[in-house]
């Protein structure tokens, strides 16, 4: 008999694996001592194994066969990543084209919590101010533009949670701290199509947002045009926008959105 020890988180998380796989081949599920044998391991350790993944949701028994069995956990998990690569390679050429047109840094956000996670991220070549996001990085909803493009169009409990969840700090003197005085700029920002972060992330740098709309009404990603404030300024704002709001409606009818 198996001698209970207390393993790495290593190996913990290789007999996870293991069972999760091997639970992957057979839709209807198997039973304790059939998945204990498959995977070689002690039916006391596969039962501790499979009571801890199940408390995340990944692995559920079935009451009448009494089979462990996956969830569809793997699959929402597997269709976000893979919503994430179709908006990217969906919306690449029209990024490139219109970095190229417009002569400033282009973003592609998606939104993960309180937070955006960048996509795409393509410098000017002619760009005076170097910015702190990159590909794979992550900013606060509430004082980036692509982030407040995506919150104008959520209802307001859910924006509600999002500010108790977000860490609320003055990251410039302009960043907005109020949560009224945040869903006054969300109104506008809806009123108007595009968002604006107006040097609340990064002094210097001003940029316009707008976000991909599915046929709900529900913001998929974002897509904002950010320079230093001597390049985007009130003037030019409009046309900055309109070009935007132009990409983000090509790319949602590719979408099928």
Known sequence: ME??????????????LDIIEELSKHPKGLGLMELSRAVNLHKTTTFRMLSAIMTHGWIAKDPISGNYRLTLML?????????????????????????ARMGETVHLVIRDGSEVVYLYKEDSLNQAIKMGSSIGSRNPLYCTGVGKAILA??????????????????????????LDQMKKELELTRQRGWAQDNEENE???????????????????????????FHITQANIPSIAKAVQNVCKAIANQLGL
């Open 3 to 16: 001698t209970e020890v207390k393993e790495s988180p290593i190996r913990s998380v290789d007999r996870a």
């Open 75 to 99: 699959f929402e998990i597997g269709s976000k990543v893979s919503a994430r690569m179709n908006i990217l390679n969906v919306a690449r050429p029209y990024l490139d084209d219109l970095t």
């Open 153 to 178: 169009y959520l209802n307001e409990d859910e924006l509600e949670e999002i500010w108790k969840a977000s860490n609320i700090r003055q990251v410039t003197r302009s960043t907005i701290t109020s």
């Open 203 to 229: 002094i210097g740098v001003r940029c316009v947002a707008v976000p991909i709309l599915n046929r709900r009404g529900f913001p998929i990603a974002s897509i904002s045009i950010s320079s230093s404030v």
